[in-house]
C-alpha cells in the first residue's frame, strides 16, 4: 500500500469511509495483526463495527482442525479467527471490540472466558462447550458483559436447573436457542419458564433429552404467533403439532412413531414452512402427504429413511411449487415408489435431489432431467462402478454438479 503519490497526496489524506471500504477486503486475520498495528487511526477505523458483523472467532482444542463458519478450514477463511492455546487467545482477546459471533471449542480456565466476554461486549452469538466448567458467577457475568446476545448454544445440563434458566431469560434480545446434549439424565429444559420470560425467543433446537409432552404443549402455544424454525424429537411434541402460522422450520429427527395425521395437521396449520424435515419417520404412509400442497413456500422436504412410502408419494410431493430441494436417502428400493416418481419432473423449481444410499437409482428417470428440469443444478446419488459411465453421461446432459459415491 502506497503511502503518498509523489504529489502531496497521502493515504492518511483519505476520508473514513473510502478506507473503511478499503479495510472490508481484508481478513479477520489481517484487521488483527496488520491493521491496527500501523497507526492510532487505523486502529480505531479497524475496530469500526461494519467490519465486524460476519466474523466469527473460534477457541478450538489442540487437536481440532474443523470447519469455519464459511465451511471451509478456518486457515483458508477470511471471516474466521481460529485459536488454540491459551496464550493466543489472551493475545486477541482485546483486539476485537466489535466481535459478534464467539463459538468455544473447547473448555477454558474461567479467567480467559472472562477477559474475552469482558472486551466483546457487542457479543450476538455465543457458543458455550460443554466440558467448559461452569457456575452461577461465571455464567452471570458473561451475560452481564454480553448483553446483547441474540443466539445462545448452551448444553442442557445448565438449562435444567432453574438458577441457570433464569439468568437466560435476563437477555433481552435473545432470539434463537440451541440446546445440545451434555449430560444424559441431566433433566428437561425448563421450557414453560422459557416461554413465560424469554419474549422476543423464535427459534429452538432440542437436540437433547425428551420432554414431557405437556411442557413442550405449553411451549409451542405460547409462542405460536412468534416461532419460527423448531427441531424437536417427536415424543416431545406429541401427535398434533398444532398451528403455527409463523414457523418456516420444522425438523423431527428419527421420529419413527409419527403417525400420517400429524403430517396433514401440519401441511394445514404451517403455511408458512420454508424447510420440513421427516428423517426416518417409518410409520409413515402415503396418506401422510394427502395434503402436503398446501405448503406453497417449502424449499426443501426431507424424507430420508421413510421407508413406509409408496407408490403415490411423490405425485403428491410434486404437488409443491416452490420445492428446491428433494432429500431421497437411504430409501432401500427406489422402485418401491413407482408409478409416482416420474412425478419428480414436474417440480419446475428442483435444483437439488439427493438419493444417497438409496437403492435401484435407476428408477430415476434421469434422462428426461435435462428437458424437464430447466432448473436443476445438483445430484447426490450412490451408484456402483459399473453405472459410473452412464451417469457420467446424465450429469453430462444436465449440466449438474454431482456429489456421489461409488
Request: net charge neutral; aromatic share 6%.
Amino acid at each position: 500500500m502506497v503511502a503518498g503519490d509523489g504529489q502531496g497526496k497521502n493515504i492518511h489524506d483519505l476520508p473514513d469511509e473510502i478506507i473503511l471500504d478499503v479495510f472490508s477486503f481484508f481478513s479477520f486475520n489481517e484487521l488483527i495483526d496488520i491493521l491496527q498495528n500501523v497507526c492510532v487511526r487505523w486502529k480505531r477505523l479497524a475496530h469500526d463495527p461494519v467490519l465486524w458483523c460476519d466474523k466469527e472467532y473460534i477457541v478450538r482444542g489442540r487437536a481440532q482442525n474443523g470447519r469455519s463458519c464459511c465451511g471451509v478450514t478456518c486457515s483458508e477463511c477470511a471471516h474466521c479467527r481460529c485459536e488454540k492455546t491459551d496464550r493466543e487467545v489472551l493475545r486477541t482477546a482485546g483486539m476485537m471490540p466489535q466481535l459478534w459471533t464467539l463459538t468455544m471449542m473447547r473448555g477454558t480456565r474461567a479467567r480467559i472466558l472472562r477477559k474475552i466476554c469482558r472486551n466483546c461486549p457487542n457479543l450476538t452469538t455465543l457458543q458455550l462447550h460443554g466440558c467448559q466448567k461452569m457456575n452461577y458467577s461465571l455464567l452471570k457475568y458473561i451475560f452481564e458483559k454480553c448483553p446483547k446476545i441474540e443466539k445462545l448454544i448452551i448444553a442442557n445440563n445448565l438449562l435444567a436447573d432453574r438458577q441457570y434458566t433464569e439468568l437466560v431469560s435476563c437477555l433481552e434480545h435473545l432470539q434463537s436457542l440451541e440446546v445440545f446434549e451434555n449430560r444424559r439424565g441431566a433433566g428437561p429444559v425448563l421450557l414453560r419458564f422459557l416461554a413465560d420470560t424469554c419474549s422476543k425467543l423464535r427459534e429452538i433446537n432440542l437436540s437433547c433429552d425428551y420432554h414431557p409432552l405437556e411442557d413442550v404443549e405449553y411451549f409451542v402455544k405460547a409462542k405460536r404467533d412468534t416461532l419460527t424454525s423448531a427441531t424437536v424429537r417427536w415424543t416431545m411434541a406429541g401427535k398434533r403439532p398444532g398451528c403455527l402460522p409463523l414457523l418456516q422450520k420444522l425438523d423431527l429427527p428419527h421420529a419413527t412413531d409419527l403417525p400420517d395425521d400429524a403430517v396433514v395437521t401440519i401441511s394445514r396449520g404451517c403455511p408458512s414452512l420454508r424447510h420440513l424435515s421427516l428423517t426416518f419417520a417409518t410409520s409413515l404412509t402415503d396418506g401422510a402427504l394427502a395434503e402436503i400442497h398446501r405448503l406453497k413456500h417449502l424449499q426443501i422436504l426431507d424424507l430420508s429413511g421413510c421407508s413406509g412410502l409408496g407408490g403415490s408419494a411423490v405425485a403428491h410431493v410434486a404437488q409443491l411449487p416452490a420445492l428446491r430441494t428433494l432429500l431421497l436417502q437411504y430409501i432401500d428400493d427406489l422402485t418401491d415408489l413407482q408409478p409416482s416418481l416420474r412425478h419428480v419432473l414436474d417440480l419446475k423449481q428442483l435444483r437439488c435431489l439427493d438419493i444417497l444410499y438409496s437403492g435401484h437409482i435407476r428408477a430415476v428417470p434421469f434422462e428426461e432431467f435435462s428437458v424437464r428440469l430447466v432448473n436443476f443444478r445438483e445430484l447426490h446419488v450412490t451408484y456402483e462402478e459399473e453405472d459410473e459411465v452412464f451417469y457420467k453421461n446424465v450429469l453430462l446432459r444436465c449440466r449438474v454438479k454431482c456429489l456421489g459415491s461409488g
